[in-house]
């Protein structure tokens, strides 16, 4: 089982959509929980980082589940410019402990 | 925000030669700086973590005398790809956290090798 699985994808959703996605990790002593964005071509871009209790930022709202080992984004009212990739990461050993990425879920918001 | 900053953005190498990257903390220290690499429609993958003042540990698979890393302060980490070959040819990233629990990391802008 991979650490971190995600659908790939593609999403392909017009603009207005609500879009879900997915993730499973393998490791239970995870400690922390992210979302990243990438661009064609570019580096990783913080998103948000996810909580047990759940965290909403703006049209962007994120979920953990500990029990079942699974994270979760939601976006609501997509634009064109939430096209990107979507990486799910957990981090499993401390604060300066690596990250283990997702191979990300791929979103392109059509007009 | 933590800002890290990787230079160049951009190289492109004949085959043999050597390329450094750069990597620099900008506004924390880092002790530790982590190096990704990422080939096309593929997902990140650490290659190696490098360590101020010791030596860097490497991914299983990674060989340490082609890519070597260099922690030599608190805000710069450099990988230098010696000997390059074609199949080198990729997207390489560095990663630092400003630390503190559940602290993310934050990216270096990514450098693209093309080796020819």
């Known amino acids: 089982r991979k650490e971190v699985e995600q659908d790939p994808g593609p999403f392909n959703v017009p603009e207005g959509a609500t879009v879900a996605f997915n993730c499973t990790y393998s490791?239970?002593?995870?400690?922390?929980f992210f979302w990243y964005r990438q661009d064609c071509r570019k580096e990783p871009k913080l998103l948000m980082s996810?909580?047990?209790s759940g965290n909403e930022d703006g049209r962007f709202t994120a979920q953990l589940n500990r029990a079942s080992q699974y994270i979760s984004l939601l976006i609501r009212d997509s634009k064109l410019s939430d096209s990107a990739t979507y990486l799910c990461?957990?981090?499993?050993?401390?604060?300066?402990?690596?990250?283990?990425f997702g191979k990300g879920t791929k979103l392109s918001v059509k007009p | 925000g933590a800002v890290v900053s990787q230079h160049p953005s951009r190289v492109i190498c004949k085959s043999g030669t050597s390329v450094k990257i750069e990597c620099r903390s900008l506004?924390?220290?880092?002790?530790?700086m982590f190096w990704y690499r990422q080939f096309p429609k593929q997902s990140l993958m650490l290659m190696a973590t490098s360590n101020e003042g010791s030596k860097a540990t490497y991914e299983q698979g990674v060989e340490k005398d082609k890519f070597l890393i260099n922690h030599a302060s608190l805000t710069l980490s450099t990988l230098t790809v010696t000997s390059a070959h074609p199949e080198d040819s990729s997207f390489y990233i560095c990663s630092a956290s400003p630390g503190g629990r559940g602290s993310p990391l934050h990216f270096g802008n990514g450098t693209r090798l093309t080796v020819t």
């Open positions: 490791n239970s002593a995870s400690q922390s």
């Open positions: 990461v957990v981090r499993t050993r401390g604060s300066q402990g690596n990250l283990i």
């Open positions: 506004d924390f220290q880092a002790t530790t």
């Open positions: 996810v909580y047990s």
